[in-house]
């Protein structure tokens, strides 16, 4: 066996502090994770726990009250932090696209849809006539009915779900190694938050491109992603393949988000809600973030902040019967990359 392909992104103690008037808020902190050539890495959590924050350092787009800190954020071997502005802007136009959370914000309200898909294309030094055609393709691409006549629409005057069918043009006119997909369906209905899905992920299929989706729908979670990592409170506090993950979640974060998923089966239509809510970032709580709102806390948690386990293959859920006694994880199977941040992990 040949060695392991590198990651396309590679993202090494990642961390943002905003400094503000009440305090500095440590929005990520020792944040790492990769998202491989082809795959689907979904970040998930809970709304404030620095999702958007993490998306936008990658991009180095943190406004300027942010300060950003990492090992490296490597970008097919590039470390990005190292680029001057121009080589990013470069880097951002052609390889990595981001398509944001709130596309009316994203999009720019005095010019007409289709001009804005042009206007990125003509960073390929085409002509404007070559431009417009493209943007009309790129229209048809993204599924947008009577292009011809969208292409003339403010961003006002379109849906949501057409709004960010616009936005997704935008990026993929670029033909990105990676897109950054910030909760692109949050603000749509069920059957247009679907249809955008299919879209990403017909696009990611013939683009062959990387896709990093942030959401706090472990439903999503489960229909797209490869991989998935679960943050909370600034922290990835475990990540792995989504099999792995939805089979034997190991932390009790993990777990309630997981059951706060609508089964189907369940008529009552009733989600288990998790207790309390995210603390805020500028005093976290010590120990284990999660402590507070934690049904297995012990004494440990809240003194100690726990550090990052790895789960083998093979190593047996609580569901089917616990790790046995004198289990030994670290003689388990090989690695998974499913790592999980919890003292009591093998509980
Ligand atoms: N520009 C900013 N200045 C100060 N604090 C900020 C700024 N942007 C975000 N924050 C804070 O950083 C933390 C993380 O915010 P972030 O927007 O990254 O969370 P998120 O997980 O994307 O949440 P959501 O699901 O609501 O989009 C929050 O406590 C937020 O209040
Ligand atoms: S370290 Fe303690 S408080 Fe934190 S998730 Fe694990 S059991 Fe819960
Ligand atoms: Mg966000």
């Known amino acids: 066996m040949g060695a392991l392909a590198e990651p396309l992104l590679s993202v090494k103690s990642l961390q943002v502090d ?19 050539r082809g795959e689907v890495f979904a970040l998930v959590g809970e709304s404030g726990c620095g999702k958007s924050t993490s998306a936008l350092a990658l991009m180095r787009l943190v406004p300027p009250r942010g300060r950003t800190s990492a090992g490296h954020i490597l970008f097919d071997g590039l470390n990005l932090q190292d680029l001057s502005e121009r080589q990013m802007t470069l880097v951002r136009g052609k390889q990595i696209g981001m398509i944001f959370q709130n596309p009316l914000v994203a999009l720019n309200p005095v010019y007409r849809s289709g001009y804005q898909i042009a206007e990125a294309v003509l960073l ?146 009733r989600l288990e809600t998790i207790k309390g809510s995210v603390p805020s970032l500028v005093e976290v709580p010590a120990g284990c973030p999660f402590h507070p709102r934690c049904p ?13 386990h790895e789960v083998r293959a093979g190593h047996p ?3 089917h019967g616990g790790p046995s006694a004198g289990h030994s994880p670290s003689l388990d199977g090989p690695s998974t990359g499913h790592r999980v941040r919890c003292h009591f992990w093998e509980d």
């Open 18 to 36: 905003y400094v503000t008037s009440h305090g500095t808020v440590r929005a990520v902190r020792d944040v790492s994770f990769d998202v491989n």
């Open 317 to 319: 859920s609580p569901e």
């Open 124 to 269: 390929d030094n085409v002509s404007r006539q070559e431009a417009w055609r493209q943007a009309l393709d790129i229209m048809g691409s993204v599924k947008i009915p009577d292009r011809e006549e969208r292409m003339q629409s403010y961003p006002h005057e379109l849906s949501g779900g057409m709004r960010q069918r616009v936005m997704i043009g935008m990026m993929i006119s670029r033909a990105p190694q990676l897109l950054i997909a910030d909760e692109p369906t949050t603000s749509l209905d069920v059957t247009i938050q679907a249809q955008i899905l299919d879209l990403l992920m017909d696009l990611k299929a013939k683009n062959n491109m990387s896709l990093l989706i942030i959401t706090h729908d472990f439903g999503i979670v489960a229909d797209i992603a490869d991989r998935v990592g679960v943050m909370y409170a600034g922290s990835l506090v475990e990540q792995g393949d989504v099999f792995s993950i939805f089979e034997n979640p190991r932390h009790p974060y993990t777990r309630l988000l997981m059951r706060a998923l609508p089964t189907g089966t369940k008529a009552e239509g």
């Open 296 to 308: 297995s806390v012990r004494e440990i948690c809240s003194s100690q902040p726990p550090p990052e």
